[in-house]
Nanobody, 113 residues
């Protein structure tokens, strides 16, 4: 299983970023995919999930600002992040649970003026 995340960067408050995660080694369309994040000194937390059929759920802290989506043909998971706040700064990880949980390498998101 390989999960390759990209799209992070430095953005000003109120800005937007789109994260991508390319998956290989799994039957992508059948699996629920997740985005987690971890800020310095904090526990890793679940941000958003999407089932293989496209049913999506996001944490209340990002509801109305973040959208999770997927392209099963391209085997790619996305996280569109709008109206970013400094408290959204973290390393973002894509993840899938297949008996055990697999993690991508993470992509850094920094929201700062």
């Amino acid at each position: 299983v390989q999960l390759q995340a990209s799209g992070g960067g430095l953005v000003q408050p109120g800005g937007s970023l789109r994260l991508s995660c390319k998956a290989s080694g799994i039957n992508f369309g059948l699996n629920t995919m997740d985005w987690y994040r971890q800020a310095p000194g904090k526990q890793r937390e679940l941000v958003a999930s999407i089932s293989g059929g496209g049913n999506a759920d996001v944490d209340d802290s990002v509801k109305g600002r973040f959208t999770i989506s997927r392209d099963n043909v391209r085997r790619t998971l996305y996280l569109q992040m709008n109206s970013l706040k400094p408290e959204d700064s973290a390393i973002y990880y894509c993840s899938v649970a297949l008996g055990r949980r697999y993690w991508g390498q993470g992509t850094q998101v920094t929201v700062s003026s």
